[in-house]
């Protein structure tokens, strides 16, 4: 038992140093000898756990879309409206990226040339189903507007909230995150929601954003 702890321990600690430098400096720029030396372990335990570096990547989406079906999961379980359900996703994907860097990695290998291999899907198809769905379920909960295509604006919500994040990891630091999800949230309740029910979401996306920064 102890040897198989050591054995889980040892391949999160692989696994948390090749996200860290995926995030960092990019897949293709990582080389399984700079995750060694990072990680602080022998090859040897590299290769007993990893036989290449795409079977990291591999690692590192598939921890990622667990990561994210279990939040789905918690704020679906809080019985809250579409609209409400997908901003507090959007947060809790932000809050996941600025605290554990395998979300980081994970979508900087979204962006780049890394296979998805079955039967995982592409975290972006997951993510415009998801939106999709939940725009949705705010049409008829007449959260927004009802002449609303939703297939196109849960299309312009994730390449908004994608682009948010990549442009980030240039310009500034990754705690700033969340003020730029809230901003995003500012600018699309404005222009998605009748204006009776904005007030609502408007100071949701305000307490969202305040709730990681404090947490």
């Not at 040897?3 to 999160?12: C, F, I, K, V």
């Not at 918690?74 to 901003?87: H, I, N, P, Y």
């Not at 939106?131 to 008829?140: H, I, N, P």
Request: proline letters at 4%.
């Amino acid at each position: 038992m102890a040897r198989q702890l050591r054995a889980e321990q040892t391949r999160a600690t692989i696994i948390t140093a090749a996200a860290d430098l995926f995030d960092r400096q990019g897949y293709e720029s990582t080389s399984l000898s700079d995750i060694v030396a990072h990680a602080k372990v022998t090859k040897g335990a590299l290769y007993f756990h990893f036989a290449a570096k795409e079977d990291l990547a591999q690692a590192i989406l598939e921890l990622n879309a667990r990561a994210a079906k279990a939040l789905v999961a918690e704020v679906d379980s809080r019985g809250c409206s579409s609209l409400e359900a997908l901003m507090r996703t959007t947060f809790g994907v932000a809050r996941l990226a600025v605290e554990d860097p395998v979300p980081r990695a994970a979508l900087r290998l979204a962006t780049a040339d890394v296979a998805v291999r079955p039967p995982l899907r592409h975290p972006f198809n997951e993510w415009l189903e998801f939106a999709t769905r939940k725009f949705a379920g705010a049409v008829r909960e007449s959260d927004v507007h009802s002449d609303l295509d939703v297939g196109i604006v849960a299309h312009s919500l994730v390449s908004f909230f994608v682009g948010t994040r990549v442009a980030g990891r240039s310009l500034e630091p990754t705690g700033r995150l969340p003020r730029r999800v809230a901003e995003m949230w500012h600018l699309l309740v404005r222009g998605l929601v009748p204006v009776h029910r904005r007030p609502r979401y408007v100071t949701l996306a305000t307490q969202l954003e305040r709730e990681i920064r404090t947490a």
